[in-house]
Structures are given as C-alpha cells and as structure tokens.
C-alpha cells in the first residue's frame, strides 16, 4: 500500500513536472491543425466571441492600418478589413498563414490584406507602421510579454492603439487550462514596463473574456 501511494506521489509529480514545462503553445498545437480551426471558426466560438459586439467596441476603423498578431484563421482579419481597414495577418504558424491565403483566394477576398510570417518574439513591425494592433486570445501564448510589446509601442504611430482581448483567469468553460491564462490586472502592469501609460479595461461586454485597450 505504501509503494503504491508513493508510485502515485512520484506520477502525480511528473505530471506537474511536464505541465510546468508545457508552453501555452505547446498545449495549443496538441491539437490537431483541423479541431484548432474549427476551435477557431466554428458557431461556438462565434456564440462566447460576439464578433458584432467587439467590432462595434473597436469602433471605426476605415483607412487605418491594424496589425492583427496572431490572426490565426483570419477570424478578425476578414472583419477589419471589410469595415475599411488594411490588415496586417502577423502569425508565427505557416499552417494559418495557408489557410488564410486559401480562404482569400477561395472568397477572391478583394480587402486588403498582408499576411505576414512573424517570429516568436516580435511582432515583426516597422516603427509607426500601424494604427492599431489587436491581439485576441494570444497574449497568453506570447513569452517575454513585456519586451515583445515594447516592440508593439514602437510599431504603434503616435496616439495608436493596442488592444487586447483574452480570456479571465478563472475557471471557464472555453479558453486555455488556468495554468496559462493572465488576469486583466497581469496585462495592465506587463504593459506599463512595455511603455504604455493609458488604459481603459472592458470587463462585461463579453462573458469570457477582457479586453484592454491601451496606448
């Protein structure tokens, strides 16, 4: 009985061993490529996301220049860039970076678009390159927080705007294990070291999740 109690410890050690490990990415990408998009496109995330409540958030974004970081399958780029903006798709993964070029073809998607391959640790931007950069349900996955969106500010024009939307830190129906998740509060201190000094933070528009808006 003893050896099957400390056979249960020593799993149960290495299971918190390897989680502790594990990056939100690597979690991520346990996922295959075809349950990540319809994680990322299908009706339930249409139905917690609320796209129609976040863009009229984001407001009018006509002739400006946004940077989506970590577009994924495109789920705001398409939408930004039908209301008038040109869009930056910025995502380190080829696989989305495809998908989106096929989804753009298939559509004869006529908006523009850039996609745009980016490292892991930057978001691969020219200064004051763009208006606004929007990163929704990836901050979480960004390691060195504070020194990527220092990179970010210096990508922002003057008087431009980051958004960020992710999910609360508590347990929660959708989103990434607690163990990756990062609070509002984590958000707003991480960008004060990256350089940004105003901040508004939404916390009922969507059920899920926060959005900051800071510049």
Known sequence: MVKNSCLISLLLLFVMLVQSCETANDFMNSFGFNSLVERFEGKERTAYQKPKKVMEYIGDVSDQTIIDIGAGTGYFTFRLAEKGAKVIAADVDDRFLNYMKEKMDTLQFQYPVELRKVPYDSPNLKNAEVEKALIVNT???????????????????????????????????????MRYKVSADEVVEELKKAGFTSFKKEMELLEYQYIITAQ
Do not use: A, M, Q, W
């Open 139 to 177: 901050y979480h996955h960004i390691d060195e927080r504070v020194n990527y969106f220092s990179k970010v500010k210096k990508g922002l024009k003057p008087n431009g705007t980051l958004i960020v939307i992710d999910f609360f830190k508590k347990e929660l129906e959708h989103g990434p294990p």
